[in-house]
């Protein structure tokens, strides 16, 4: 079970319990500014990163070795979205957990990464077949 969705209002609503303790309906309007401050500071934080996200391509990123050297087992989808500055092309049916996303950058190469409920899983990097190089005679 997921205790952060839990976690958060119980602890803004002790917050403002210490708060009326403490201070009165002063502390209370000072508890309530920086709940609001906190949540206005992460709402403008995703705004940002879809904003910028919305620019590029859906499922692209600059190098895919990059990101896979970066990935950490545990971010949320947000974090590997500001990192890649893109959304990742879903490639597992809508609404369905696990979730399966990739990005692709512009060598072929391109990673898969598995969320469930909303935190990195697993992530697999993928290569494209390089052709031998034929050997050229010395002269």
């Known amino acids: 079970m997921n205790f952060q969705k839990f976690l958060v209002p119980v ?18 309007a000072l ?10 500071l992460h709402f403008n934080r995703a705004m940002q990163v879809l904003k910028r996200a919305a620019e590029r391509p859906v499922g692209y990123v600059a190098s895919a070795v990059m990101l896979n050297a970066k990935l950490k ?14 959304l990742g092309e879903l490639h597992s049916p809508k609404d369905e957990q696990p979730e399966l996303y990739r990005w692709t950058d512009s060598g072929g190469s391109y990673v898969d990464a598995v969320f469930n409920g909303g935190k990195l899983q ?9 052709p031998p190089e034929e050997e050229t005679p010395a002269s």
């Open 11 to 28: 602890g803004a609503i002790l917050l403002l319990g210490l708060a009326w303790r403490s201070g009165g309906w002063g502390g209370v």
């Open 31 to 40: 508890a309530g500014g920086a709940i609001v401050m906190f949540l206005l």
């Open 73 to 86: 087992q545990g971010v949320t989808l947000m974090h590997v979205i500001a990192m890649t500055r893109a």
């Open 122 to 130: 697993s992530w697999t990097l993928t290569r494209p077949e390089t």
